[in-house]
């Protein structure tokens, strides 16, 4: 249904919430001094979003806000997958060492505002909209990268996402205002149907808007070759921060990019295929976008010695993967999309939150950090920073072994063998720099001036609960795939 | 509205701005002469946007608001900017974007 403004805001309610709480945030910060307490009050607010989410009705779908949103099963899945990452992140900013020295009420405000802003960027169903939320998460994570003032690491990480950003933005909006003058209209429905309908649309034209629109969504989830900001902000930022940006951001720029590669300028046959608009090969590139995005991940991780780092470089070839599933053109790869997406949230966030742990017991990201970890008291971590290692690289009985199944069977099935042997390569090839920090913390012996490893019940209570994720999930995956089964279904008026 | 004035002439026009803008974000170090490459890509898009919109009246106000919303968002985006801009100025005493890097590899 079309839904009116004040009709939308019965379905609007966990974004509403997440407001409130931002604004509430803020003001708090002014009345109290010192800002105690502010992150466990975002946690909660966060947690009560994500349950008004779950109550939400699910209809077959409906449009807010006179057609700028829409609401739907695939916007569902993000919505669940954004908060689950925001609530991670929130947690771990309480838990971490180098939070606690920056301004609590900005820190926290700006973290909600960003939570929000990618949610509308999943649901958006209106270039402006697009535009708009992207923008959003965009200048709210500029800020939370930099929010260390007295770090020079954090300020240079801060300058050069801006920059990368700016003028992947720039050339986003400029595609465009092409695709709005060709089709005339900014609503994707209406785009979709003005750039099938119309006999010879000039297809280099809209390949070029196609192209430069991937630029802006292409820098939201760090594909080649786009993805040069993200191993020095990644480093550079605060670790919550790292994390959200790594799984939060990442997420919200897959669901952009689906919505608008697939409902708006793809067409659904009756056969259940997706048909791209002909003379546009955009999967085509993007098969070559993908190809390059896992390589080159995995080839620059093996020489890096910061975890942070070294994880950034895997986070891009992750996005690889997921793009695997996003080039097939078809249900079946969004579906193995989606899945592998919720499994990179599980294992990419436990890891960061190990790297989290030893950093704040010794200060340091370096892999000489972890050396002997399982000797000098830190067995818990080690074990839980091997599991989510071993995901990360697909070993059976995890959550990643799932998710690669899945991209690798759907491209397989699809008939894009190419793409599925270099994506197995690519595997083997991340267990060398995977299996390094592994090695470091069980076989190596500590450094000698190697101090005695302490931890906090906060942080391990999380670290916990995402180690059983890893593999609960990879034992018992059924409600990973029904979950992203029933989240398949884009609105687009006809239903 | 000049007579002549056909919808190529502004097209032309915003796909100079923007090759100038792209030229401007390549070529300069100074991370302020980047932030006004991006300013001019911005105002390319938004000549395409108000063309466009004039010369179709069945989406007149979709591009004008858009164009306004850019401009907004731009100013945003020059404030965080120079904010950091700022801030690795106090840092560093440079703003030379490829000076002292010591995030590597």
Known sequence: ????????????????????????????????????????????????????????????????????????????????????????????????????????????????????????????????????????????SYVLTGILRDNRRSQEAALKYLIYGGVASGMMIYGMSWIFGLAGSLDFSVINRALFMTRDAPALAIFIAVVLILSGMGYKIAS?????????????????????????????????LTRFFYPAI????????????????????????????????????????????????????????????????????????LVYLFAYYLMDAGAFVVVMIVANATGREDIGAYRGLAARGGVWPAIALTVFLLSLTGIPATVGFIGKFYVFAAAIRQQFYILAVIGILNSVVSLYYYMRPVKAMFLEAPEPDAAPFTAEMWNYGLMGALTIATIGFGLYPPPVLDFAERSLRFFSGQS | MPAGLTLNHFVILSLALFLLGS??????????????????????????????????????????????FVIMLAAAEAVIGLAIVLAIYNHLRTIDVAANETLKG
């Not at chain 1, 991670?88 to 909600?112: F, H, R, T």
């Not at chain 1, 605060?238 to 959200?244: A, E, G, L, N, Q």
């Not at chain 1, 056969?271 to 896992?294: E, K, Y």
């Open chain 1, 266 to 337: 793809s067409h659904l046959t009756a056969s259940g295929r997706w048909q791209a608009l002909s003379n546009v090969d955009w999967p085509q590139l993007l098969v070559v976008v993908c190809a390059i995005t896992m390589t080159l991940g995995n080839l620059a991780a093996l020489q890096q010695d910061n975890l942070k780092r070294m994880l950034a470089y895997s986070s891009i070839a992750q996005a690889g993967y997921a793009l695997l599933g996003f080039v097939l053109l078809s249900n079946d790869g969004v579906r193995a999309m």
């Open chain 1, 1 to 140: 249904m079309d839904l009116g403004n004040l009709a939308s805001l019965r379905l609007f309610l966990p974004e509403l919430l997440l407001i409130a709480g931002v604004l509430t945030i803020i003001v708090l910060d002014l009345l109290l001094a010192g800002g105690s307490l502010l992150g466990e009050l975002s946690l909660i607010i966060t947690a009560c979003a994500l349950l008004l989410v779950a109550e939400a009705p699910h209809a077959a779908g409906d449009w807010l806000f006179n057609r700028m949103l829409v609401d739907d099963g695939f916007g569902f899945f993000f919505r669940v997958l954004i908060i689950l990452s925001a609530i991670v992140a929130l947690w771990m900013s309480i838990g971490s060492d180098e939070v606690k020295v920056c301004e609590q009420g900005e820190y926290y405000a700006i973290l909600l505002a960003a939570t929000v802003a990618m949610i509308l960027m999943a649901e958006s169903n209106n270039l402006l909209m697009a535009y708009l939320a992207l923008e959003l998460v965009s200048l709210t």
């Open chain 1, 224 to 256: 080649v070759p786009f993805h040069m900001w993200a191993p020095d902000v990644y480093e550079g930022a605060p670790i919550p921060i790292t994390t959200f940006l790594a799984i939060g951001s990442k997420a919200a720029g897959f669901a952009l």
């Open chain 2, 23 to 68: 030229i401007c974000v390549l070529t300069r170090r100074n991370a302020i002469g980047i932030l006004l490459g991006i300013e001019l890509i911005l105002n390319a898009a938004n000549i395409n946007y108000v063309a466009f919109a004039f010369f179709n009246p069945a989406a007149h106000y979709d591009g004008q608001v858009f164009a306004i």
